[in-house]
């Protein structure tokens, strides 16, 4: 079985087999610089798709989904979290930017075909 995983960064998804090397950050000079450093470094939520047949209809909702679900998670919305801010999050940047790069960096054209469907109801939509 495939194990392929996704991560969700606070505001930026990609694929974790594809994320390019990028060179270490320069070392902090002061305690105040490493906790900034610290506070803008993004949360880091992994999904699994090996189970899923991302060409079939079922297998696309599934996994757009479960990117919504991280994509909530990483920009600060977690299950417990109130409906409305729920809701709030997911008209955030954060969120929408987070989907986008998420699908598009996943290079599955049915999930991408989905997602341009729902996408405009769903950032839209009440």
Request: aromatic share 8%; hydrophobic share 45%; with cysteine.
């Amino acid at each position: 079985m495939n194990s392929r995983i996704i991560a969700a960064f606070g505001c930026a998804l990609a694929l974790t087999g594809a994320m390019s090397a990028q060179a270490a950050p320069h070392p902090a000079s002061s305690e105040a610089e490493a906790a900034r450093e610290v506070e803008n470094m993004p949360a880091q939520v992994a999904i699994k798709f090996g189970d899923l047949d991302l060409a079939s209809q079922q297998g696309s909702a599934t996994m757009l989904h479960r990117i919504s679900d991280a994509a909530l998670e990483a920009c600060g919305a977690f299950g417990a979290s109130l409906p409305d801010y729920r809701w709030a999050v997911r008209k955030s940047t954060c969120y929408r930017g987070s989907m986008d790069r998420a699908v598009a960096s996943l290079a599955a054209p049915a999930v991408t075909r989905l997602y341009e469907q729902r996408r405009d109801y769903a950032f839209n939509g009440d």
